[in-house]
């Protein structure tokens, strides 16, 4: 036995101005600053863990305040207790009555949910020198079906059929640890089409990221139909030019479905976040059909599983598939849109869900029905968090990357104590046995950044921002 126990927490209401450089920007959301209602969950020893939920500015204070009601019922907890059965402590988290009437599973008390969880797996993957992806890999697959929750999904999977999936992946676990850690995880860049970005800044980011030895890109759409289209042309007549491709590149058309690949094998995929109609949403696609896109993400309503089913049905003829996940807000959600065969690419969020307990049933599910998980990033932290997520799907679940893309976006990085490294367009597997879920903030960027109070916040407030120059970002 250890003898730690939680004894308290903080939480921290951290914004980035990511709106003064257009960043995060598509046709539902206009202004994006991207945020993190964090929290750092202390014991009665040096050992601390790091969590956090992803917004886009306002509101976050009322994610904070959820935080802290959801993480005042962890203190007094024995860290042995917790550890030992990660399913339980999860039943335990979205089981307070009063907090469940707010909303059973989903909106803010969710989100907050999701940040204490992530906190906790933080703290017993470096408990146990681990990064997370490596403490769930090594489970037996009885403790990965023990720190899952199935409750409301046992009619798409069971605990045994769960138990015999991961059993028939058991055999060759090493062999994809040792062929991600060597190769890296795939990524698509999302840093290249934000809807607010000119033509030369879409120009200029591509061509740097086809430097950068990425094949699959992404394009935000939704505002005009037209202008898209001109706007997908644009990245097309780049990516698809041989003279624009590095002379000791080899691209692995592979990666994705080779129908949707242009001459050089570089895929294109474009995301509404939700701005559509069903009706809408096929006509404008349509439209966008010349650019080849491999999937449109967020066609319509997130919680519209049957929505989603007949855009994904009226698409099909037209070669282009269906992505979503970043707003569905817990298993039961993803469980309908898979029962429905409503898209062909599963999108899950480190954040929007509970935690990873409610992620290892959606990347079960997904395995059972056949579709690949290609996880939203971005944000701030996301990138960080989803890298284990994917790793954990290829070791232990689908054992399978051939198709299989994690979006990444260039921006934030720089205020991790572990921050996500890439190399020829892959993600770099992180192994620093201390990283944990790779959560952790500096403390300055805590504090510089902290709303209302933080110093550039201060600074804004004075009249002196904000001011790119001023962000101490990485600017495009």
Known sequence: ????????????????????????????????????????????????????????????????????????????????????????????????????????????????????????WDMMAKYNKKPLWKLICDFTPEEFVRSTCFRYCTDFITPEEALALLKAKEGGKKAREEEVIRRG????????????????????????????????????VGADAQDDLRRGQLIRSIIDDPANMPKDRKVD?????????????CVLMVDANQVWDVPQAIEYMKVLEPIKPWFIEEPTAPDDAVGHATIRKALKPLGIQVATGEHAHNRMTFKQLLQLDAIDVVQIDSCRTGGIQEILTVLLMAAKAGKIVCPHSGGVGLCEMTCHLSIIDF?????????????????????????????????????????????????????????????????VAEGNGPVADHLGLKKH
């Not at 994006?32 to 917004?55: E, I, P, R, W």
């Not at 991790?416 to 903030?441: A, I, N, Q, T, W």
Request: proline share 4%.
């Open 185 to 220: 995880y795939p990524a698509y860049t999302t840093s290249v089409g934000w809807l607010g970005y000119s033509d030369e800044k879409v120009r200029r980011l591509t061509h740097e990221s086809l430097a950068q030895g990425f094949n699959v890109f992404k394009l935000k």
């Open 1 to 120: 036995m250890s003898g730690l126990k939680i004894t308290d927490f903080s939480v921290h209401d951290v914004r980035y101005p990511t709106n003064v450089t257009g960043d995060g920007t598509d046709a539902m959301n206009k202004e994006c600053d991207y945020s993190a209602a964090y929290v750092v969950v202390n014991t009665n020893g040096d050992l601390k863990g790091q969590g956090m939920t992803f917004t886009i500015g306002r509101g976050n204070e009322i994610v904070c305040f959820a935080i802290t009601e959801v993480a005042k019922r962890i203190v007094g907890m024995e860290i042995d207790s917790i550890f030992a059965d990660m399913g339980a402590f999860f039943n335990f988290l979205i089981s307070d009555p009063q907090h469940r009437w707010l909303g059973p599973e989903k909106g803010v008390i969710h989100l907050a949910t999701a940040a204490v969880s992530n906190a906790l």
């Open 395 to 459: 070791i232990a679940v689908s054992g399978d990357m051939t198709r299989n893309v994690l979006e990444f976006v260039d921006h934030l990085h720089e205020n991790f104590v572990h921050p996500v490294s890439m190399k020829d367009g892959r993600y770099v597997v992180p192994l620093e046995e201390d990283c944990g879920y790779s959560v952790e903030m500096f403390p300055e960027s805590i504090a510089r950044f902290t709303f209302p109070d933080g110093a550039y916040w201060k600074a």
């Open 253 to 265: 058309p592979a990666t994705v479905a080779d129908k949707n690949a242009g001459p050089t094998g």
